[in-house]
């Protein structure tokens, strides 16, 4: 569903920095963030693995309200605080992800001006 909200530069920028993230990642790996993290036990998700799962919970909000208003109009026992609530849900977990998104690009287009 977010996808099909993003334009083609959005999306082109987007893989541009999951690229060069994954580039970076694999070069930039400190020995003290290695070890902090085995020392604790605690595996820290990487940048691409929240996103996914954020975009995941915005999908499946939005899923679940479309389900629910679907079940109302075809004359389901849903109710309308439900209803209501579900899409009111969906639709602040969309302008959020919509909110993260216009900052990811925004701050990968300052970072592609800046001069090395």
Do not use: C, H, W
């Not at 693995?49 to 629910?68: C, D, P, R, T």
């Not at 208003?69 to 605080?81: A, F, I, L, W, Y």
């Amino acid at each position: 569903m977010i996808q099909s909200l993003t334009s083609a530069t959005t999306r082109a920028a987007l893989e541009r920095l999951g690229q060069s993230y994954g580039a970076n990642a694999s070069q930039t790996t400190s020995s003290d963030t290695q070890a902090s993290g085995q020392a604790q036990g605690v595996k820290s998700p990487s940048f691409d693995q929240v996103l996914a799962e954020v975009s995941g919970a915005v999908g499946n909000n939005l899923e679940k309200a479309e389900s629910l208003s679907m079940q109302k109009m075809e004359g389901g026992d849903v109710s309308v605080r439900e209803v209501v609530n579900s899409v009111m849900d969906a639709e602040r977990s969309l302008n959020t992800a919509i909110a993260i998104r216009d900052k990811i690009v925004q701050a990968y287009l300052e970072v592609s001006r800046m001069q090395i």
